[in-house]
């Protein structure tokens, strides 16, 4: 069975650019999630879809960040226009929902972003 | 709200020895706890995780971590550090049963030396 794939692994732009990141969750998860690392912080969350709606987006930083999730499968994450304090690793995890109980979360590899 | 704790940034240690890395967190009940692993160039793998019962949970690659619920840790151990295991461990808490965004500490990056 196929992981939490993200695509692209890297990307560099330049302030003021558009750039969209992509995840395509284990398939028949519900639960899908972006988080972000930025340079020597932890791992923090940015939102949180259940198939297309978004659950919790407490985490997105400001309105420059817009999360698609289409027909509850794979997901978008575009930052529009691009600043500097973006950059960092973008992870998205997927999780399974069955019945009342939620199970573990699994991660991507990620998608290193470096604004310049 | 809550919080982790992973004191040491950085840990060093010879190859064949044991390891034993902290966690601590911050919440009023008991959470659900996981450690996950980066290697260089992978995503995050979970190692482990906690959600009840025996407080001595056994995870993948021969590790193993303990719940304190007196000391609200969930350190993670192992007997015999291998080379391979050299990378970045990620511990985390989830308020309710895996369906709440997971709260990370900061990470502690494993060296192993000859």
């Known amino acids: 069975e196929a992981g939490v794939t993200q695509f692209p692994s890297h990307s560099v732009i330049e302030k003021g650019q558009t750039v969209t990141l992509r995840c395509d969750p284990i398939?028949?998860?519900?639960?899908l999630y972006w988080y972000r690392r930025v340079m020597g912080k932890e791992i923090k969350f940015l939102l949180h879809?259940?198939?297309?709606?978004?659950?919790?987006e407490s985490g997105m930083p400001n309105n420059r960040f817009l999360a698609e999730r289409t027909g509850g499968t794979y997901s978008t994450l575009k930052v529009q226009p691009a600043e500097l304090e973006d950059s960092g690793v973008y992870f998205c995890?997927?999780?399974?929902?069955?019945?009342?109980?939620?199970?573990?979360?699994?991660f991507g590899p990620g998608t290193r972003l470096t604004v310049t | 709200a809550q919080s982790v704790t992973q004191p040491d940034i950085h840990i060093t240690v010879s190859e064949g020895a044991s390891l034993e890395l902290r966690c601590n967190y911050s919440y009023g009940a008991t959470p659900y706890l996981f450690w996950y692993v980066q290697s260089p160039g992978q995503g995050l793998q979970l190692l482990l995780k906690y959600f009840s019962g025996d407080t001595l949970v056994q995870g993948i690659k021969g590790f193993e971590a303990e719940f304190k619920r007196s000391q609200s840790s969930f350190n993670l151990r192992k007997p015999s550090v291998h080379w391979s295991d050299a990378a970045e461990y990620f511990c985390a808490v989830d308020r309710v049963a895996g369906n709440t965004p997971l709260v990370f500490g900061k990470g502690t990056r494993l060296s192993v030396i000859a």
């Open positions: 879809f259940v198939k297309e709606s978004k659950q919790d």
């Open positions: 995890a997927s999780s399974l929902t069955s019945g009342i109980y939620t199970y573990e979360q699994y």
């Open positions: 398939s028949g998860h519900d639960n």
